[in-house]
T-cell receptor, first 112, second 110 residues
């Protein structure tokens, strides 16, 4: 049983560009959450998707958007990249009524 | 607002016991998470406390006092592989979405 997978592993972009990150949840999970983790910090919640709808959102600008597909996989899109968007982006999946989230290995985004 | 405070770094000796404290002030509280994160890896779930008291899970135990806004993670019989960052996180919205602290980097030496 594969756990949470994310692609790509690493990504380098320049300011102003757009990026799409992808996540496949653990088998049996229907809820996907996205987090941003800067170096030396804890993960910060971006948003959560359930039944293809954004269920909750953290304190992130509209440049950050997402999508969930019928197979529960998800994408995170970031537009107009800033240097400060450089971070590890983590995807976590869970079952809607369970407290345990399983994290993927993350995508390391570097904005130059 | 949300404020979650834990020490930045701790060191301990292999075989010893270490306690990592976490204090929190949040608008709303439903439960408290502890996660372990090895360098360069994803966080892994350790515990989720809702009620006051100590919950034991093998070498790891987690304690919660809701009235004091305080929790700790207790690691016994430390092993070198326990060197990692330990993240305290609060579920303040009741939907199991954690708000993380900055994490405590634990270094275990021989």
């Amino acid at each position: 049983d594969a756990g949470v997978t994310q692609s790509p592993t690493h990504l380098i972009k320049t300011r102003g560009q757009q990026v799409t990150l992808r996540c496949s949840p653990k088998s049996g999970h229907d809820t996907v959450s996205w987090y941003q983790q800067a170096l030396g910090q804890g993960p910060q919640f971006i948003f959560q998707y359930y039944e293809e709808e954004e269920r909750q959102r953290g304190n992130f600008p509209d440049r950050f958007s997402g999508h969930q597909f019928p197979n529960y996989s998800s994408e995170l899109n970031v537009n107009a990249l800033l240097l400060g968007d450089s971070a590890l982006y983590l995807c976590a999946s869970s079952r809607a009524t369970r407290n345990e989230q399983f994290f993927g290995p993350g995508t390391r985004l570097t904005v130059l | 607002g949300q404020n979650i405070d834990q020490p930045t770094e701790m060191t301990a000796t292999e075989g010893a016991i270490v306690q990592i404290n976490c204090t929190y002030q949040t608008s709303g509280f439903n439960g408290l998470f502890w996660y372990q994160q090895h360098a360069g890896e994803a966080p892994t779930f350790l515990s989720y406390n809702v009620l006051d008291g100590l919950e034991e899970k093998g070498r790891f135990s987690s304690f919660l006092s809701r009235s004091k806004g305080y929790s700790y993670l207790l690691l016994k019989e430390l092993q070198m592989k326990d060197s990692a960052s330990y993240l305290c996180a609060v579920d303040s919205g009741g939907s199991y979405i954690p708000t993380f602290g900055r994490g405590t980097s634990l270094i275990v030496h021989p």
